[in-house]
């Protein structure tokens, strides 16, 4: 099994980029390393490869947030300093889009806008691990976004994490207790759909976690960078049944991270939004003081940190999502349609890779199959993630590795299906067949090029 194969990309080409990179492990790369492998790569040989390693958006912007965000910079407010918590009609508008869409009520006073999700992650960690004296850890429910955990350590909060495949349901009850009975845990945080392994927390289970974090007194950090994207069931339609699933429904300790980037395509702006219930805003800590010069959550979280991190967001940024939501929340515009084509390129490619001898690792929601979205995760017989990322790349595919992720399906990698169009299905289909054909099972699996 060790005739050298012809690949589809030139596998001296592939070999002499990653050596390049001087990496000690190409399946181990970051997101951004190996988008810089593939990008090296894809010059040196002409070959398009199928990419789906990074998670950006492959959809135009909604020309309705472009057109608001002209105007207000035609009118001038480029020139001026944006409140720190936001220009009060978009304060409206993300109050109202919560509403309209998990069927909770926020006060518009403490629902802004952030410089991405990724600054509302970066102050609710920051604010929660404060909050409360002997209270300072982070606990990640993973498979998660590796940049979380990256925030938390730049922060230098401690974190744990575990990953939650094998503690759906029920499971998660006990396994939840077992961190926070320990009193130290001072929020939680889990993506929702997930990323990278697109499941979705059923109402069960977000039950249980909004009761323990009422009863431990742990924040919940609920990430959804994927908001109304479980494409199952349709939650395009504001104020009506169904509406999106949410801790928000059982707990008053969470923090709503919202973000634009996936869901209204508008990830170049980097405006995201957060959302927290009074009950918390309103609530004192015994440890802020000294870090945000005042013990009330929200005044810490407005006027210690947004203030000392960004001091706001980009003040046209903030009318162009302004612009946006009261479209969404008036029903004129459907955030759910304009982004389902993702669902529909994952059904065709995951049906592709599975057919070719392929499994995917995340399958299920307890009994139900997980939805087609904007990413999977899969695995190839024999192989380690870290094998099958650095093989593929002989195949023009890229994706990563879920240990990255703290993920414990080390034999597993994620694809992300935004940049791969239909146009690219003829493409895929060839060459997962031929790493198929390349790969027999039975064979003993040897990497043939490494
Ligand atoms: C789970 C998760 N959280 C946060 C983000 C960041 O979102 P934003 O672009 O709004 O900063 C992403 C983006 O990929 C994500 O996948």
């Known amino acids: ?29 970051s997101i951004r390393e190996l988008n810089r492998i593939v990008n090296n790569i894809e010059a040196a040989s002409k070959e398009r490869f199928i990419r789906m390693e990074m998670g950006v958006p492959g959809l135009e912007p909604p020309k309705i947030a472009v057109d608001a965000e002209i105007e207000a910079l035609k009118k001038g407010v480029g020139s001026k300093y944006p409140p ?18 998990i069927d909770v009520e926020i006060n518009p006073i403490s629902c802004f806008p952030t410089v991405g999700s990724m600054q509302g992650c970066y102050m609710a960690m920051m604010c929660t691990s404060r909050r409360i004296k002997g209270k300072d850890k982070l606990l990640f429910i993973d498979p998660g976004f590796p940049v979380n955990k990256s925030q938390a350590r730049v922060l230098g909060v401690p974190y744990d994490h575990f990953d939650v495949y094998e503690f759906r349901g029920e499971k998660l009850k006990s396994k939840l207790e077992s961190y926070l009975k320990k009193g130290d845990v001072a929020a939680l945080m889990y993506s929702n759909p997930n990323n ?34 479980d494409f199952r069931k349709d939650y395009s339609t504001p104020a009506q049944e169904p509406f999106i699933p949410s801790v928000a429904k059982y707990t008053d300790n969470y923090i709503l991270l ?48 947004m203030y000392a991190i960004s001091s706001g967001v980009s003040h046209s940024n903030q009318y162009g999502l302004c612009g946006l939501l009261k479209a969404v929340n008036n029903g004129s515009y459907n955030f759910v349609d304009a982004v389902k084509e993702y669902g529909e390129r994952a059904a065709v490619m995951k049906k592709l890779f599975v057919e070719n001898g392929f499994d995917i690792v995340y399958d299920m929601d307890e009994g139900q199959k997980i939805a087609d979205g904007f990413y999977f995760t899969i ?38 299906v935004s940049l791969t169009g239909k146009d690219r299905f003829q493409d895929l289909e060839e060459r997962v067949a031929q790493f198929n054909k390349d790969h027999p099972k039975g064979s003993g699996f040897k990497i043939i090029h490494s």
């Open 1 to 29: 099994m060790n005739t050298p194969i012809k690949t589809p990309v030139d596998s001296a080409i592939v070999k002499q980029e990653i050596n390049a990179m001087g990496l000690e492990s190409v399946g181990l790369a």
């Open 84 to 101: 720190f918590d936001g220009i009060p009609e978009l304060k409206q508008e993300i109050s109202l889009f919560v509403k309209n869409f």
């Open 196 to 229: 990278p392994a697109w499941i979705c927390f059923t109402d069960q289970e977000l039950k249980i976690i909004g009761e323990l974090a009422t009863k431990y007194d742990c924040i919940i950090m609920e990430d959804l960078a994927y908001f109304g994207m």
């Open 258 to 305: 919202i973000s634009s980037s996936k869901s209204f395509s508008l990830a170049g702006q980097r405006i995201g939004m957060t959302a927290i219930p009074d009950k918390l805003f309103n609530s004192k800590g015994d440890n802020l003081k000294g870090r945000f010069d005042s013990n009330n959550f929200g005044y810490a979280y407005i006027f210690g940190a």
């Open 379 to 416: 695995s190839y017989p024999g192989f380690t993630g870290v094998e099958l990322v650095e093989e593929l790349l002989y195949y023009g595919i890229s994706a990563i590795s879920l240990t990255t992720t703290g993920s414990d399906r080390h034999e597993g990698l994620r694809a992300c």
